[in-house]
């Protein structure tokens, strides 16, 4: 396809153009008011972004440490609340209430049932003067109670003598105001060997392992150790079952003794193991125990281990466990 050739028509001349447009211009009305000059426009400022507020930041830390602080307070004082006047737990560190208490149990005790002293309170804070709301002690009770040498330690016996009674033993038998406590025989009492109750000596020389070598025995083919075992029946019905292991000169065969006023006789269930009201505090016994001491009444035990737990290994708080002890009351 060719290209085709457009002819070339002549413009009129520029400037009498120009000149008609500008002669042909409207007026412009009148005005006092000089025409603004046509200016590009100014650019739009961008907002400034907003600076931090630290002030505000720093207000809102010291509200929520306020609140975390007043939040440990109020836990504290429901604490102090619960374990004074209500429920108290407490662990069994030693063997003088087998059969009734393993080493490794773990227990509440009620806290109104003998009224309240300073010995209630957490450290025996001396807030409460005397024993207020005080009740007696029921014989066959077990309790906790802070021991007479003034160390501050918590020690669980039996209650067995009152005020007024007169406690003896003779060749191992109670005598409880002049009358034999009646006292029979029952099946062995067998505890499995385990970490927190073996045959190892003791770091004290003078201290007997937890199963002397005449008690170890087998029990489902592994090692055991084994006591003879007693049903005690005090005066008016509370029975409970002891230990013997023969006669021993100062536990089995003692004087009369005669409690004070205001006092309590207590003594372990695990006659030849326990240092108890039968010793003079000086000899490592507890003599008679003051009521003012006392601090609660075992209840139930809620858990109990043999020793094999450890505490990196939270499987095994479950293995070592001892499930048939739990919820046992008294």
Known sequence: MGLHNVPFKE??????????????????????????PITAPEPIPTPAAPEPAPKVVKEKKKEDWR???????KLAVVVFIFRSFLFSPFSIPSQSMLPRLYIGDYLFISKWN??????????SLPLIPGRILAKNPTRGDVAVFKTPAGN????????????????????????????AVPKVRVADFVIPLTPNYNE????????????????????????????????????????????????RAGADDTDVFT???GHVFMMGDNRDDSGDSRFPVALGGL??????NLEGKAVITFWSTDGNAQWLLPWTWFTAARWSRMGQAF
């Open 11 to 36: 413009a009129g001349p520029v400037t009498s153009a120009l000149t008609l447009r500008h002669t042909m211009r409207k007026p412009r009305a009148m005005t006092d008011t000089p025409e603004a």
């Open 67 to 73: 609140d975390t602080l007043s939040f440990l307070l």
């Open 114 to 123: 003998y009224g309240y002293s300073r010995h209630s309170l957490p450290w």
């Open 152 to 179: 501050g330690e918590d020690i669980i016996k039996r209650v067995i003598g009152l005020p007024g009674d007169t406690i003896q033993m003779r060749g191992g038998q109670l005598i409880l105001n002049g009358v």
């Open 200 to 247: 190892k000596p003791k770091p004290n020389p003078l201290e007997e392992a937890d199963c002397p070598a005449a008690y170890i025995a087998q029990a489902n083919g592994q090692p055991a150790c084994k006591y003879e075992q007693y049903k005690e029946t005090l005066p008016g019905g509370p029975s409970y079952l002891v230990l013997d292991r023969g006669l």
């Open 259 to 261: 409690v004070p006023p």
């Open 287 to 292: 003599g008679y125990v003051p009521m003012e």
